[in-house]
């Protein structure tokens, strides 16, 4: 039997006109809402260096979201929409399958699914080219795309035919300023189907300004999926299933964590449940040296006996990835931080203010604990714009 957390106990009233459905005019006017060991201060996000402890190295996720929605139109007149899920041939990771040439596999999620019937193939032209796209697996959502010129990337592709995904909750069409704006100014690696939100205020301006203060920063990837914004439909929170998501790390990531003298704040939910993750995955190669890097939801949970300390772990993830040879570490996590978790990286979270009763809520409650609803209570108070394009926070509990 599951410990009963009740969904209702981290629920609120969000009035639709808090939701922020346009990013402000510039990136780092955001509020900036600092808890500090129980305390709150107001500021704006280009005070942020001010906010943070000397010693702060933090980690940003560095995921690119790609135009993930694609509508096809049938001869009939029919529109058909595949949303961009996880690749599954040429390879489950993103950054490969992201490369490929001349054809490619996905899970998709299909909209008017039932006018697309099997073995027709829809297509849609492009300047200079055309993409097809076959039901392979309708129970799975499974889609082959094929294009031509076949020399082009499927990231090239999807850049000419897709659109940007905005979260379900932004009630407006996707315009060309989402492009760059649903987008952090420092994305690399392709594959989100959802931005990093709490990294949205970041501009260059603020990046310098962390530097001439001495913050220390680093960047690893998860590639955010679209089960981020999959609502918690169970009564008790233990029993949702957890999304997965695709990390990847390098080993300097691993270096910089092991430094004792850094804070280590996370830049947003993403970037703390990697951070987390990497702890539970060197829990597990503590206890066999063969695990592989693949968190479940109940990895967290576990009675481990003797439970290493985040240097002994991370120390674990070290030697297996210099024992195989390894700069760059690509694993799965699916790890669900509820109220009760035990954080054994992240001391501090930069993020946005969420949807209620969701799972990044729930993350947030357990990070510092009922404080959360003083939070959100002053945020409301203070016309705080919530969700992905709205205002930001400093949690250090």
Known sequence: ?????????????????????VPLENRDASKLLVYNRGKIEHSQFTSLPDYLPVNTLLFFNNTKVIPARI???????ATIEVFLLQPAQPSSILAETMQTTRSCQWYCTIGNLKRWKDQHKLSKNFEGGVVTAELINREQGLVEFCWSPANLSFAEIISKVGITPLPPYIKRDANQDDVTR?????SH????????TAGLHFTDAVLEALHVKGIK???LTLHVSAGTFQPVKTE?????????????VNLQNIENLLQDDSTIVAVGTTSMR????????????????????????EDAYRNYPNLPDKKEALMAVKNYMKENKLSRLIGHTSIYILPGYTFRVCRGLI??????????????????????KKIYQEALDNNYRFLSFGDSSLLIP
């Open 71 to 77: 509508y096809f139109q049938k001869e009939t007149g």
């Open 236 to 248: 008790n929170a233990r029993e949702h299933s957890m999304h997965q998501e695709q990390v990847m």
């Open 189 to 196: 690696h392709e594959g989100a189907v959802a931005a990093p």
């Open 217 to 219: 920063k680093d960047f």
């Open 1 to 21: 039997m599951k410990p009963h957390i009740a969904i209702q106990d981290y629920t609120y009233t969000l009035p639709e006109e808090r939701i922020a459905d």
């Open 351 to 372: 993020t946005n203010f969420h949807l209620p009763g969701s799972t990044l809520m729930l993350l947030v409650a357990a990070f510092v604990g009922e404080d959360w």
């Open 182 to 186: 649903y987008q952090t100014v420092y």
């Open 274 to 297: 990697t951070l987390e993750s990497l702890y539970w995955f060197g829990v597990k190669l503590v206890y066999d040296a063969r695990a592989t890097f693949l968190i479940d939801q």
